[in-house]
C-alpha cells in the first residue's frame, strides 16, 4: 500500500487522515458500523500508551480491576443527570437466551453506575477508604458520525474510578490525575496540551467539575485528551455510598473518575504526521528504529547481513525497539517509503560502502529528504541511535508546542472572535454565562474547550457581551 500516496493535507484533510489510518496498518472498519478493529501495529502503539499509564496510576496506589460489561438498566436511572447525558448513546440489550429479559442490560457506556454499586458494598469505615481502582478495557456508545479512532461506537480505555473520605482529598485526586496526563503528553506523545476546567455546559453528566486536556490538531481544531472528574457525593447519594468516620457518624463519600482514551491515537496522527503518513514519536513508536539492507547481489548480501544482524542485536540489546527489513520482493526505495508512512522515527540504511567505511546512514522521520540523513560510525551505534531518538522527541514537541502557540489569538473584540475561529483558537475574557457561550457556539461552531488553570490575573471584559469577566477561556471548533 506504500506505493499509492495519501492526499496532502491541504488537499483532503479528512481523507488525508482516514487513508493512513489504513494505509499504516493501525485500524480498519468492522462489520458493525462505527465500530473499528485495531491492527497490530495499532495495538502495539496503545500497548506503549497504557504500559506507561499503568506504571503511573500504580506510582500512586491505584489497582486494576474489573467489572462487568452489562450493567441493568435501573442503575442509570438513580442519577438523574448521568442518565440524561448518556440516554441517546446506550445500546440496551433486551433478550438473552432466547427470552426476554425482565430487565434491560445496557452494554456499559462509563461505569460510574456499576462500580459505585459495588462500592457501596466494599465501604463501611473510614478505614476502608481510598479506594482507587482503574478498569482497562472498552466502552459502547452510540455514536452516529464516526471517525476511526477519534470517535467509534465501542473504543478502548481505562477508567479511573476513586471513593474518598473527603472533598478535599478527592479534589487533589482530581489534579493529580490531570498532572500525570499532562506529563504523558508532553514527555511522551510530545503533545502540548493546555489543562483547565470545563464550562458546566461541556462537563461530564453527572460531574460537579470536569477538568481536561485540550490539544491542537494540524487543522487547528481542539481535541479534548483526556478529563478527570470530580463528583463530589452525586453518585455517592445516588448508589448509597456510605462509611462511619472516625467520630462514627455515617458520611456519604467523595468520588472521582477519570480517563484517556485510544482516541489519543488520533491525536498523535493528527498533530505529528504529515503527507508522507505518521510520524510518531520515539517513546510511543512501536518499532523506533528500522534498519534497511542494501544489496544487488549475493556478494554484497554476504558482506552487509552480518553487519546488519551484529547492529541489530546491539540496538535490541540495548533496548531500542529495531527491527530488520529484509525483504527481497520491494526496493529499498519501496521500503523507505512504506517504513515513513507507518511514522518510524529513524530509518537505518547501511549498504556495501557503509560496510566498507565502517559507517551507517540514519535518516530522521521528522525531518524529510537530504536535510534529516546523516552519516555515523557502526562504533557505538546504540548511543548514537538513542540520542538521535530524544533529539528526535525533543524536537517533535517543540515543533508542535510552536503550531499551537502561533495559532492561538486573543481578538480585540466578537467580531474578531468570529474570525480568529474560522482557523484557529481564542483566547478571550467570557463572563462564563450559559447564554454567551451558546451564542459563540451558534455563530461559529466553536465552543468553549476549558478555563485553563493558569491564568493572567486581574479581569477584563466578556468578549461576547462586555460584562465584567475574571476569567478567560478558550473557544475553538473540535472533534
Known amino acids: 500500500m506504500a506505493d499509492e500516496k495519501l492526499p496532502t493535507q491541504k488537499e483532503n484533510y479528512a481523507e488525508w487522515y482516514n487513508q493512513l489510518v489504513l494505509k499504516a496498518e493501525l485500524a480498519d472498519y468492522a462489520p458493525v458500523r462505527g465500530c473499528m478493529v485495531v491492527r497490530p501495529y495499532g495495538w502495539a502503539l496503545w500497548e506503549n500508551i497504557t504500559s506507561w499509564l499503568d506504571n503511573e496510576f500504580k506510582a500512586c496506589g491505584h489497582v486494576n480491576a474489573a467489572f462487568p460489561t452489562l450493567i441493568p438498566m435501573s442503575f442509570f436511572e438513580k442519577e438523574k443527570e448521568h442518565v440524561e447525558g448518556f440516554s441517546p448513546e446506550l445500546a440496551v440489550v433486551t433478550h438473552g437466551g432466547g427470552e426476554k429479559l425482565e430487565e434491560p442490560l445496557v452494554v456499559r457506556p462509563t461505569s460510574e453506575t456499576i462500580i459505585g454499586h459495588m462500592y457501596a458494598k466494599w465501604i463501611k469505615s473510614w478505614r476502608d477508604l481510598p479506594i482507587l481502582i482503574v478498569q482497562w478495557g472498552s466502552v459502547l456508545r452510540w455514536e452516529m458520525r464516526t471517525k476511526l479512532f477519534l470517535r467509534t461506537t465501542e473504543f478502548y480505555w481505562h477508567e479511573g474510578h476513586t471513593a474518598h473520605a473527603t472533598k478535599d482529598e478527592a479534589m487533589e485526586e482530581m489534579y493529580r490525575i490531570l498532572d500525570i496526563y499532562e506529563k504523558f503528553c508532553l514527555e511522551e506523545a510530545a503533545i502540548p496540551v493546555i489543562k483547565g476546567t470545563k ?36 453518585f455517592s447519594k445516588a448508589f448509597d455510598i456510605q462509611y462511619l468516620d472516625q467520630g462514627n457518624t455515617l458520611q456519604y463519600c467523595e468520588t472521582t473518575s477519570w480517563a484517556i482514551s485510544s482516541r489519543i491515537i488520533g491525536a498523535l496522527i493528527m498533530v505529528h504526521g504529515d503527507d508522507q503518513g505518521l510520524v510518531l514519536p520515539p517513546r510511543l513508536a ?44 520491494v526496493t529499498p526505495g519501496f521500503k523507505f517509503n512504506d517504513w515513513e508512512m507507518r511514522g518510524v522515527p529513524l530509518r537505518i540504511e547501511i549498504g556495501p560502502k557503509d560496510v566498507e567505511k565502517n559507517s551507517v546512514a540514519l535518516a530522521r522521520r521528522d525531518i524529510p529528504g537530504r536535510e534529516g540523513k546523516s552519516f555515523v560510525s557502526q562504533d557505538n551505534l546504540p548511543a548514537t541511535v538513542t540520542g538521535m531518538l530524544t533529539t528526535i522527541q525533543a524536537a517533535l514537541l517543540a515543533k508542535a508546542t510552536a503550531f499551537r502557540d502561533a495559532n492561538i489569538h486573543d481578538p480585540k473584540d466578537y467580531e474578531e472572535l468570529k474570525q480568529v475561529v474560522e482557523d484557529g483558537w481564542a483566547y478571550s475574557w467570557w463572563c462564563e454565562s450559559k447564554e454567551c457561550e451558546a451564542k459563540v457556539k451558534a455563530d461559529t461552531k466553536a465552543t468553549t474547550r476549558n478555563i485553563p488553570l493558569n491564568q493572567p490575573g486581574g479581569e477584563g471584559r466578556c468578549i461576547v457581551c462586555g460584562e465584567k469577566a475574571t476569567r478567560k477561556v478558550y473557544f475553538a471548533k473540535a472533534y
Open 199 to 234: 464550562s458546566d455546559t461541556e462537563r461530564f453528566a453527572g460531574a460537579q467539575i470536569t477538568t481536561s486536556i485540550e490539544a491542537m490538531m494540524w487543522d487547528k481544531r481542539a481535541l479534548q485528551s483526556g478529563t478527570s472528574h470530580y463528583f463530589g457525593p452525586n
Open 286 to 329: 512501536p518499532i523506533q528504529a528500522v534498519m534497511v539492507p542494501i544489496y544487488r547481489d549475493a556478494d554484497q548480501k554476504s558482506a552487509v547481513m552480518p553487519v546488519v544482524d551484529r547492529l541489530f542485536a546491539e540496538l535490541k540489546a540495548a533496548g531500542i525497539r529495531v527491527k530488520v527489513d529484509d525483504r527481497e520482493e
